[in-house]
């Protein structure tokens, strides 16, 4: 059995590191590297071309700079995780890799940890980007962006089980792509605002808001406010992570009965 397991972990490596060397011939890693850039400029630039300047205050600073994470990490899932299985059918390289001795759950997980760790490298660049800054620019890194930063990486984990799950019933990457894109940016932050106001006894009173806790946009917003305020991080991470998870299961049960 060890020996079987072993087999299956050594090829979902194999089909991880040719995912990767794939994304890393295509234009997609480089439009997302390029993109990352821009935002990183135009943040630290912008404040100086108007005449301004960057606060001195580490907390500020990085406030700032992780506010822009979440959209990052919403169009990595996009760029990566949503293509990661639909590409194959649509590409026809399904036939090729389910004639072979490979087993579809070594493919799967092969896959999946291949958009998933290429997320993470970009978040963590990112983050560490910013670290950089907040040294030169105020002198110090405040403590509120290693939180962050665990909770960008549980985003990560959300947002890509969002997208396996629609590149596992697409027929087209395009497709899967705009799907992913408007799910995670529109729908499910519409969704939230319906349930917070249809649950609010007073629209008016922010007081009494309903903490719609549970949907992945809102656990997501702590991305953010725990720099500046008290956040419950374990449940936060637990939210995302469901959301990761949970999707990423069903869509590896519909990979495995999916036929080309």
């Known amino acids: 059995m060890k020996e079987g397991i072993a087999d299956d972990l050594r090829q979902s490596y194999v089909v991880m590191k040719n995912e990767m060397t794939k994304f890393f011939r295509g234009k997609r890693m480089l439009l997302f590297l390029a993109l990352i850039v821009t935002v990183l400029l135009l ?3 912008l404040p100086y071309a108007l005449g301004s300047s960057l ?28 293509v990661t299985i639909v590409s194959e059918y649509e590409e026809r390289t399904a036939l090729i890799l389910f004639t072979r001795p490979i087993k579809k759950s070594s493919i799967f997980l092969g896959k999946f940890l291949a958009s998933l760790v290429i997320g993470v490298a970009f978040v ?15 002198g110090g890194v405040d403590v509120g962006l290693a939180k962050s930063l665990l909770l960008a990486l549980m ?17 087209k990457a395009s497709t899967s792509t705009i799907i992913v894109f408007v799910i995670l940016l529109m729908i499910l932050p519409i969704i939230s605002a319906i349930v917070i106001v249809s649950q609010t006894p ?12 549970w949907m992945l946009d809102q656990a997501a917003n702590a991305i953010t406010s725990v720099v500046s305020t008290t956040v419950d991080i374990a449940r936060e991470s637990l939210v995302m992570v469901t959301w990761g998870l949970v999707p990423t299961l069903i869509a590896f049960i519909l990979f495995k009965r999916r036929e080309f």
């Open 43 to 45: 943040i630290t630039v």
């Open 55 to 82: 606060s001195k205050d580490p907390k500020e600073i990085i406030v700032t700079y992780v506010s822009f994470v979440s959209l990052i990490v919403l169009l990595a899932a996009t760029l990566f995780a949503s």
């Open 155 to 171: 985003y990560v984990i959300g947002t890509f089980g969002v997208a396996m799950l629609i590149s596992s019933v697409m027929k």
């Open 124 to 138: 963590g660049l990112y983050y560490l980007s910013v670290a950089l800054i907040s040294l030169i620019v105020a």
């Open 202 to 213: 007073d629209i008016t009173n922010l007081d009494s808001y309903y903490d719609a806790w």
